[in-house]
């Protein structure tokens, strides 16, 4: 006996039983991890930030530290930009991110 899934409804489509649908938050979350980019367990001074995007880029973290002072400092990047940066990039020693552990 086959089925047809072209008429069948979300409730019968293969493997949906059970599986919530993840939330906009959720998802968002989810996809800030998979941009890799960690704040690491060592090498951090404020919270980790500079040595997050320099493993990411393939810089050293002194050198990543420089260019976002040079950025505040010149470019008028605002140290909002390093906190919300800290509050949605995920930890390096325990995997949480800061806002979400916030939201929930």
Known sequence: ????????????????????????????FAWTRRLGIVRPAQD??????????????????????????ALVLLAGLSLWVYVIAWALLPDGRTGTIPLERWIS
Not at 52 to 62: D, H, P
């Open 1 to 28: 006996m086959s089925t047809d899934w072209s008429t069948a409804g979300p409730s019968q489509t293969p493997g949906a039983e059970g599986a919530p649908t993840p939330t906009l938050t959720q998802r968002f």
């Open 44 to 69: 951090r001074v404020l919270g980790g930030v500079a040595a997050a995007l320099a493993e990411k880029l393939g810089i050293s973290s002194g050198a990543m530290r420089l260019i976002l002072v």
